[in-house]
Structure formats: C-alpha cells, structure tokens
C-alpha cells in the first residue's frame, strides 16, 4: 500500500514563491510515476504537473499543466524519498488544496495526458493560499 503526505502549504502573498514536498515509504518515487494535482474551494481536481518512473539512462519525462508550466517545477529525489513541486508568481488563483498522487508500481504508460488517469494512490493534501 503506498502512502503520501504533502508538506509545505502555507499562505503566502502574491508573486511569492513556495515548495511543497511529497514523502512516501519504500519505492514510489522509483517505482511509479508520481504527480501533483490540486482542489480549490468548491472546484474540480485538477492536474498540476507529473515525473515519470526514472530509467537507468535519462532522466525521467515530466509533464505539466499548460497554464502552469512556466511557473511550476516538480522533482523528484530518489535518496531523500522525496517529490517536490517548486511553485513561482503564485497569484490568488492558485489558492487550492495540492495533492501528491502515485501510479501503481510499473504502470507502463507514457507520461503525458494517458498517464493522468493512472494515478490511484493520494496523499491528503496541503493547503496553500495566495493572497492579494
């Protein structure tokens, strides 16, 4: 059973920086593709950014959010067990609950749009708020 938990959401002001960290036990962060995704107030979840599984020869895809990929940064430290998501010019609209989420281990799918009905395991999420 993976588990995930978020840290790092606080409030910040707007055009802040912030990053938020992802911990899990044993090998997710080798095994799966691992993402961030986040919630606003009485809104749907929505994709933020994804890292595939590493390979022995390259660094693994990412995959963002269009309307985030300029300002976000998501990646991942196998030793530390970490996956982090570097988050820059936060505005208002970015006040939402994010979410650290999990492939199974070895899901064979591209990273990419495919990829985002995959992710089955969730941590329970860590609030940020942006402030005018």
């Known amino acids: 059973q993976i588990q995930l938990e978020e840290a790092g959401g606080r409030s910040v002001q707007t055009g802040g920086s912030l990053t938020l960290s992802c911990t899990s036990s044993?090998?997710?962060?080798?095994?799966?593709?691992v993402g961030w995704f986040r919630r606003a107030e009485g809104g749907e979840r929505e994709f933020v950014a994804a890292?595939?599984?590493?390979?022995?020869?390259?660094?693994?895809?990412?995959y963002y959010a269009r309307s985030m990929e300029d300002r976000f940064t998501i990646t991942r430290d196998i030793n530390k067990n970490m996956l982090s998501l570097h988050m820059t010019d936060l505005t208002p609209t970015d006040t939402a609950v994010y979410y650290c989420?999990?492939?199974?281990?070895?899901?064979?799918?591209?990273?990419?749009?495919?990829?985002?009905?995959?992710?089955?395991?969730w941590g329970r999420g860590t609030q940020v708020t942006v402030s005018s």
């Open positions: 044993g090998d997710t962060f080798r095994n799966s593709a």
């Open positions: 890292i595939g599984r590493p390979s022995g020869w390259s660094d693994a895809d990412t």
């Open positions: 989420a999990a492939t199974p281990p070895y899901t064979l799918v591209r990273v990419g749009p495919a990829l985002l009905q995959h992710f089955s395991y």
